[in-house]
């Protein structure tokens, strides 16, 4: 087994092996995962995106909101997720089925963000942490993103959006299009329905040794 | 690959040792040039976000600077600039030299480089500029991927030709590793690519793909070829053949076969599929077989002889990787054990694994090769015995001190986040841990400065090959010339 020819055709067999039990095994289980019809609300869940919320996905991830934010509840017994008030219930496959570009990070600088849209019901909540997150939330370890916002002449009225900063008089700091759209999609992140996979979980402890530690 | 007619024609006279390395100077120098700029530009966009950990204000006014950027593109300098030159060196070298085979065209193999190197420059401006994809390693857009696609395949290419003139019918260890690596990754960034960036796997199936991917370039990539790399250099310089032999096959095999899914542990308490978290950590489990083969081949060869041994820093970097793989391999239990995991999942732990993965095994190795074959192909010892020293020194210090703050930081945060009655508020938790990360940030400028030490001597090294000096009135570093002699 040390020739070339067998080390080629071995190494071939075993990354085509990875790959099957990996990724395809995998997406074989996700291809038939749809949206799930509810009767009574007469609606699907989740629900798809409206477009101004897609657009600021993609901000999301340009900017590499990633690097310090996750997007995942962990169950109860693996962290303090849904004791901290992160969501309703943990995370299920199902509620990312829309995601153009799933993050769900590995490095947990911020919170949590999964259900950040049901934190905070007013919008203007979200520009002011991202234009001066010292005031907004005093001790987060959070840069501000003045980038996402620009001073404008004041003409006519102020703006609804202008934030209260302290600027030369008749001018105005308003968040740009793409800080709109990101607002937008942290508005719009909650995972609310409870899906027939979350409905009987139980909530801790008793559960312990089933799937994966089962090793 | 089209050979040039006339040298396949079956002489039976063996390349001389100087004719086999002329052949490769030119590419394997500029790799290494590459590589080593790539590491300092990495460690210094490393630096900045460990800044920003603890300074969040530091150029945060710009979205070209903003610290998500800053992340992805020092992760992409150093795999994709650093790693991947330095591998190709590696790998150049080794398998020159292990197949006794004459490179017929090192002009070609340099066409790669230049487009290799100008690959990873437009992905990392693409991620500047706000491209990225988002997926973790394969970040750099559309684009560049295409660009690098290619000058793999250019410079791969070149590799399978030195292969196919292989004069020996049986393989050395090293040559397993280097040629399933070179085989291993087009694929790997063809399935990275198709799925997670063109392709259209919704949900969190790609989460899977691309943890899959991102330690798959890790596993399967880095990993062997600088497993190569060891097993070629400690027979080497410690002048004794390597132990237990005979069993390194398995530890070969084992390896690939279980080191692939290692990515999958990653996603133990996420929303993907239970038994994909089972894959993931019942394979880190199974790594054991491997490790202790690796382990028993590395540690015996380097211990077990009564004789004292070789020396030279390309020995002393070359032992530091072969440990901190052995030690790499015992951390990943560690933290894949679910009481753990509960705490350091989704913590600074997993950048402190990926430094352990990538700096203290990986890169130290390769360091330990360029050591060893620069010399060798510029005729002349390293300018200086001291930036040598210098860089040894800071590299184990700056890469200790970053591990153990890192997971400390981890280890307090994952906490702190867990108990919600002494932490109710967020806001609170990064004072906590902060005090590490400042630590992390003198460590990592201590690995600048040796870094440039070795920058500093690469560039002198390589102007002497170019303007050279008689070789008498250089410093010299080794205490014999004959630790320079061109053998096998």
């Known amino acids: ?215 | 690959m089209d050979s040039p007619p006339s040298t396949s024609s079956p002489t039976s006279r063996l390349p001389e040792w100087a004719e086999i390395d002329a052949s490769i100077k030119v590419p394997v120098l500029f790799f290494v040039y590459a590589a080593v700029a790539w590491l300092v530009t990495a460690t210094i966009l490393g630096f900045i976000a460990a800044v920003q950990w603890v300074q969040p204000a530091f150029l945060a006014d710009y979205a070209w600077t903003t610290h998500g950027r800053i992340v992805p593109m020092a992760r992409n300098a150093l795999i994709y600039g650093w790693g991947f030159n330095a591998a190709f060196a590696v790998l150049i070298w080794m398998s020159a030299r292990l197949c006794r085979a004459i490179s017929p065209k090192w002009g070609f193999t340099l066409v790669g480089a230049v487009f290799w190197n100008a690959g990873v420059k437009l992905g990392l401006l693409g991620i500047m500029i706000g491209h990225s994809t988002g997926h973790f390693l394969l970040e750099m857009p559309g684009y560049a991927a295409a660009l690098l696609f290619v000058s793999y395949g250019i410079v791969g290419a070149s590799v399978v030709v030195l292969f196919s003139r292989c004069r020996e019918g049986n393989l050395f260890v090293s040559q397993w590793y280097g040629l399933a690596a070179l085989f291993w990754f087009p694929w790997l960034f063809t399935i990275g690519q198709a799925a997670v960036v063109f392709g259209d796997i919704r949900g969190t199936g790609q989460a899977v793909a691309s943890a899959w991917y991102g330690h798959n370039i890790y596993a399967l990539f880095l990993a062997p070829i600088a497993l190569g790399a060891i097993y070629y250099l400690l027979p080497k310089r410690l002048g004794r053949p390597i132990a237990g032999y005979t069993w390194a096959s398995l530890g070969f095999w084992s390896f690939a076969l279980f080191a692939t899914f290692g990515g999958l542990a990653f996603l133990a308490g996420t929303p993907v599929p239970g038994w994909v978290q089972a894959l993931g950590v019942s394979a880190n489990f199974m790594m054991l077989v491997p490790l202790f083969i690796i382990g028993y081949n590395f540690l015996w060869t380097m211990f077990g002889g009564t004789a004292a041994g070789g020396s030279g820093p390309a020995l002393r970097f070359i032992k530091f990787g072969a440990i901190s793989f052995l030690a790499a391999g015992l951390l990943i239990k560690v933290f894949s054990a679910p009481q753990v995991y509960v705490t350091t999942q989704l913590t600074f732990v997993s950048e402190a694994m990926n430094y352990v993965h990538w700096y203290a095994f990986v890169t130290m190795s390769f360091i330990g090769v360029i050591y060893f074959l620069v010399p060798r192909l510029v005729g002349q010892p390293w300018p200086s015995g001291a930036l040598v020293t210098a860089h040894y020194w800071s590299s184990v210090v700056g890469v200790a001190i970053v591990v153990v703050t890192l997971i400390l930081a981890g280890w307090v945060q994952g906490s702190a986040i867990n108990n919600v009655e002494a932490y109710p508020a967020f806001a609170d938790i990064a004072s906590q841990y902060s005090g590490y990360l400042v630590g992390t940030v003198l460590g990592l400028l201590t690995l600048i400065v040796g870094q440039l030490a070795f920058f500093v001597n690469v560039l002198i090294a390589l102007y002497q090959a170019c303007f050279g000096k008689p070789e008498s009135e250089i410093e010299t570093l080794f205490p014999q010339p004959a630790a320079l002699e061109v053998n096998p």
Request: charged share 25%; proline share 7%; with cysteine.
């Open chain 1, 1 to 215: 087994m040390n020739r070339g020819p067998y080390i080629f055709l071995g190494a071939f067999a075993l990354l085509a092996f990875s790959w099957v039990a990996g990724i395809v095994a995998n997406q074989a289980g996700y291809g038939s995962l749809t949206p799930h019809y509810d009767e009574m609300e007469q609606k699907s869940f989740p629900q798809p995106q409206p477009g101004i919320v897609a657009r600021g996905a993609t901000v999301y991830t340009d900017l590499g909101c990633a690097a310090c934010h996750t997007q995942q509840v962990r169950r109860a017994d693996l962290g303090g997720d849904l004791a901290r008030g992160w969501g309703d219930r943990a995370s299920v496959a199902r509620d990312y089925l829309f995601d153009e570009t799933v993050q769900l990070g590995t490095n947990r600088v911020g919170p949590d963000l999964r259900n950040v849209g049901s934190r905070y019901e007013d919008e203007n909540v979200f520009y002011q942490i991202l234009y001066a997150p010292d005031q907004a939330l005093p001790g987060a370890n959070k840069p501000a993103y003045r980038f996402l916002f620009e001073e404008t002449k004041i003409v006519g009225e102020r703006s609804d959006l202008a934030l209260n900063v302290a600027v030369p008089e008749g001018y105005q700091v308003v968040p740009t299009e793409r800080a709109r759209s990101l607002v937008a999609y942290l508005s719009h992140l909650h995972d609310t329905y409870e899906y027939p996979e979350t409905k009987f979980v139980p909530p801790a402890k008793e559960e312990e040794t089933t799937e994966e530690e089962g090793e």
